[in-house]
């Protein structure tokens, strides 16, 4: 009871902990494995995966502390509304990281690649550099090395995997009313479907990365576009994989009944990084595989 009350009078400051120097550590192998892995140079595949099981056991024990201090009722209100604050701006972050390359995409296409082609001040250049180079997109530039390549369709797999996505934020917001009512039968099937739906996604993805290399010539090295189009889906498909794994955890969490219609944080944290991976692939839609 003294534990309970001290943690509503003040703001909890946890004990010296030795998981800020493993996160340093892991990363610091993860780096170092992957540029001594790329540069094909002894010993770096085993270094990296080792960094990245680091950061693994890292991630399990830290947030395992969190969750029995929140269980040991030492939050307040404050100690909720910074966890909030966080998760906010930790989202904020990654909205500017898709922005950039959304920007970059919107430069080649409506800035750079219609001065390759002719268009404005640069009409000499292209004269001669590039006369014969027609600004049509998709494109791989002006010198195109990989070959041709057949640009990837909205109506196929794309839209499937759009109707996937979207139908697992219904069934997360339907586990969050679950939630705030108290059914906890509703609230653990609701996270299921979140956790199945968002692996095949990335299941579907996966094979639509196989048939671009396999059967339209679409790879990395087929300049602006693919460069472009593998950097916005891969790094989407990523989120979904860290999104499904804090579901996953979440999902643990609701089966052991963590969470109550009051204190559920960490369903929370994870709703919101899940819908914000549900806005991103609407735009990829649109702009990567519709237009």
């Known amino acids: 009871m003294a534990s309970a009350q001290h943690g509503q009078d003040h703001y909890y400051v946890p004990e010296s902990s030795p998981w800020p120097i493993v996160a340093m550590i892991s990363a610091l192998l993860m780096v170092f494995g992957l ?9 770096g595949a085993w270094i990296f995966f080792a960094g990245f099981i680091l950061l693994a056991v890292m991630f399990y024990g830290w947030f395992s502390d969190v969750v029995r201090e929140n269980l040991s009722n030492v939050y307040n209100a404050q100690v909720s509304r910074s966890f909030r604050q966080g998760m906010f701006w930790f989202i904020a972050s990654e909205v500017f990281f898709f922005l950039s390359f959304f920007g970059a995409l919107f430069y080649l296409r409506t800035i750079a690649l219609p001065w390759l082609g002719g268009e404005g001040y640069l009409a000499m250049t292209h004269q001669l550099l590039y006369s014969g180079f027609e600004a049509v997109w998709p494109s791989a530039g002006p010198q195109p090395t990989a070959g041709e390549f057949e640009a990837m369709g909205a109506w196929g797999i794309p839209a499937l995997n759009t109707a996937i996505l979207l139908s697992s934020g219904a069934t997360l917001t339907w586990a969050h009313w679950a939630l705030k009512k108290n059914d906890q039968k509703q609230l653990i099937w609701g996270l299921i479907a979140t956790v199945v739906l968002g692996f095949i996604f990335v299941g579907f993805q996966a094979y639509e990365y196989i048939h671009a290399y396999r059967d339209l010539n679409l790879t990395l090295e087929q300049g602006i576009y693919g460069s472009t189009f593998f950097m916005l889906t891969g790094f989407h498909g990523f989120h979904v994989i860290v999104g499904a794994i804090m579901l996953l955890a979440v999902l643990g969490r609701a089966i052991k009944g963590h969470f109550s219609p009051h204190n559920h944080f960490a369903f929370e944290a994870a709703a919101w990084y899940w819908h ?16």
Do not use: R
């Open 276 to 291: 914000f991976v549900d806005v991103v692939w609407l735009a990829l839609f649109v702009f990567v595989y519709w237009l």
């Open 35 to 43: 540029a001594l892995w790329i540069n094909a140079v002894g010993l």
